[in-house]
């Protein structure tokens, strides 16, 4: 994706989707509305990081933990880096989840009652922030964020929608829904982004291919 002009050295970026919120376990769209982690949510989080830290990421090779505004992720952000003993975590709102407009706090049943067949047909509704205009939003904080990283690896706790979105303008399928704790590797060198792996960094009860709120 285009960005600025200066050369950089290839960094990996791994981004993640934060960890159960209140409104996951309680199957509500949530949007850039911003509920709290649960319990088992913040437990997610520390299990990651022990996850990242037999290997995954070593600690040696993190240059940067950048996260979401919203709580859900800068909660599990914050958990994560402070288990891998790394300071200080930046935030960049770029990486809020897409905006879901009239559907926010709604469960599938509701939108379901009120928005009748579109989830069947993949319609949105007023205000549900474009796939494009988040992907576009989030590729330009990776991309700027490599510039600081010189070669160094980056952990950003972000959300599936952002996932799903830089995959759609990366020109790949944004058929997978990311599980809480799951996410995508990322190499970004030339103001260029390329993705990487899937990875799931907890064991998720709900398969990575369904679709999420």
Not at 10 to 27: D, E, F, K, M
Not at 92 to 116: C, I, N, S, Y
Not at 175 to 186: E, H, I, K, R, T
């Amino acid at each position: 994706m285009s960005g600025p002009s200066t050369p950089t050295t290839p960094s990996r970026i791994l981004v993640i989707r934060h960890g159960q919120s209140t409104w996951n376990a309680q199957g509500r769209w949530q949007g850039q509305a911003d509920p709290p982690l649960t319990a088992v949510g913040e437990t997610q989080a520390l299990q990651a990081a022990s996850v990242l830290a037999a290997g995954l990421l070593p600690t040696e090779r993190l240059g940067a933990v950048i996260t979401s505004d919203l709580q859900r992720a800068a909660v599990t952000a914050s958990i994560i880096a402070d288990e891998l003993g790394f300071a200080p975590v930046a935030m960049d709102k770029r990486l809020r989840e897409r905006h879901a407009g009239e559907w926010q706090g709604l469960t599938r049943a509701e939108v379901d009652e009120q928005f009748p067949g579109y989830l069947a047909s993949g319609q949105r509704p007023a205000g549900f922030e474009p796939s494009e205009a988040a992907g576009a939003r989030a590729s330009s904080c990776l991309v700027g964020l490599a510039h600081r990283l010189d070669g160094a690896s980056a952990l950003v706790v972000s959300h599936g929608g952002i996932l799903r979105a830089l995959r759609v303008l990366l020109g790949i399928s944004d058929d997978l829904a990311f599980a809480n704790l799951s996410g995508q590797w990322f190499e970004a060198h030339n103001n260029e982004l390329t993705p990487g792996e899937v990875v799931e960094l907890v064991t998720s009860e709900r398969p990575i291919t369904t679709t999420p709120l």
